[in-house]
């Protein structure tokens, strides 16, 4: 094994546009450090660097959307992720619509939209950690199937770091909570 240091990331993560109105105005950042943090309620976290714009929107509104484009926005995407609203006005670049909160900003063009009410902040040395609570979600009607979202209909836009590359995704690789059940049933039987 290769030591590599403490600077690593988790290899890929999805790409997302975290949405909220500043300043009465719509903005999107582009983020990759979004997850998935508590089963119930369903809650999700985005960690953003002190001192973006987007934040400032949150802490207002107390809502903030998180999107996840699919390959055909990469270029917008990237572009979200290298201008601040602060001096770039973000507003217009999407169709956006609203949902039930109203002040949390979702791209027609993004195959899934998560709504969220922000339900507590986590204060890091240089990050701050926006834990929401999930509202509702919204998927295009052709990108799901048997009414869950298909990553092979979304076609997400994936990223490694630190060599800032997006990535697509590749093939299925087998089923969650069955496939290690083999191992399981012969170190320990059925
Ligand atoms: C691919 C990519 C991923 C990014 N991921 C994050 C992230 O996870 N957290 C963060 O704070 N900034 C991240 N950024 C940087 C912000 O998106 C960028 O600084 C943006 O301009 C902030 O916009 P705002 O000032 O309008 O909020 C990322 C940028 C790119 C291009």
Request: charged fraction near 20%; hydrophobic fraction near 40%.
């Amino acid at each position: 094994m290769n030591r590599i240091g403490p600077n690593v990331f988790v290899p890929p993560m999805p790409v997302a546009l975290v949405g909220a109105i500043v300043e009465g105005k719509p903005n999107f950042m582009t983020v990759g450090w979004v997850t998935r943090v508590n089963f119930k309620p369903p809650m999700m976290a985005v960690v953003l660097n002190k001192g973006h714009y987007t934040p400032k929107g949150i802490m207002e509104h107390g809502t903030f959307s998180i999107c996840f484009p699919p390959i055909a926005m990469e270029e917008l995407a990237d572009y979200c992720g290298v201008v601040s609203g602060r001096s770039v006005d973000k507003s217009k670049l999407f169709d956006i619509f609203y949902g039930d909160t109203e002040t949390a900003p979702m791209i027609m063009d993004c195959p899934l939209n998560i709504e969220c009410r922000l339900a507590q902040t986590i204060d890091l040395p240089t990050n701050t950690i926006y834990i929401g609570e999930v509202v509702e979600s919204y998927c295009k009607p052709g990108c799901l199937t048997d009414g869950v979202p298909d990553i092979t209909k979304i076609n997400p836009l994936l990223l490694t770091m630190p060599d800032n590359r997006y990535w697509s995704i590749g093939e299925m690789a087998g089923r969650a909570f069955k496939d290690g059940l083999n191992i399981k049933e012969k170190l320990h039987g059925k």
